[in-house]
């Protein structure tokens, strides 16, 4: 079966997260005029910070954790088309609401770890990682059942075995790289969490 996959009127919403996400790394990692210190994730500060929820998904450890995160962003572009995607805002307007959803489930967890155990982490997190695995998790899931509307509104994604193959391996192969060192799993497990919820909404 013949693919088609050129240029359509939807790519300008994986084009303007690519080259965002391209521009914050040159200005913070390349000619550092940013300190990206003052983006990271970090438990204990968002509360006076709550800017935090956003920036840390744009920004990136180093060179490697960047394209990676685009290698997601390419790969979910494809899914989505071959899904049969029919929105122009969807993709940003999951990243807009995925990162809130991310937030509230690592604050859950930890809420939890300081009222049960009395201990609050201390780590700082970034990068788009989780919203990737997020859209793995939705893409997963539709990709059984398809996925007539999200927020309201219509974007005529339907079924596709190929799709839920190929998502079962991403997700699985996520999964273990989540145990690597320096990978963080929380934020994996929370995408995974956030996608799942996005869709069943």
Request: aromatic share 22%.
């Amino acid at each position: 079966m013949a693919i088609n996959n050129s240029i359509s009127k939807y790519d300008w919403q994986y084009l303007a997260t690519g080259f965002f996400l391209i521009l914050v790394f040159i200005f913070t990692d390349l000619i550092s005029v940013i300190d990206k210190e003052y983006f990271y994730f970090i438990p204990r500060l968002i509360s006076d910070q709550p800017h935090r929820i956003f920036t840390s998904i744009i920004i990136h450890a180093d060179l490697n954790h960047l394209l990676s995160n685009l290698g997601g962003i390419i790969i979910t572009r494809y899914f989505l088309m071959r899904l049969g995607l029919k929105s122009r805002f969807f993709y940003l307007k999951f990243i807009f609401v995925c990162s809130f959803i991310n937030f509230f489930i690592i604050w859950f967890y930890e809420k939890i770890l300081s009222y049960f155990f009395n201990f609050y982490p201390n780590y700082a997190a970034l990068g788009f990682s989780g919203i990737v695995y997020a859209l793995f998790a939705f893409l997963l899931l539709t990709s059984f059942y398809g996925k007539k509307y999200f927020l309201g509104k219509e974007i005529g994604l339907k079924s596709n075995y190929e799709i839920q193959k190929m998502s079962k391996t991403i997700c699985l192969i996520g999964l273990i790289f989540s145990f690597l060192p320096g990978v963080s799993l929380l934020g994996h497990l929370s995408g995974f969490i956030s996608g799942c919820f996005l869709f069943l909404i």
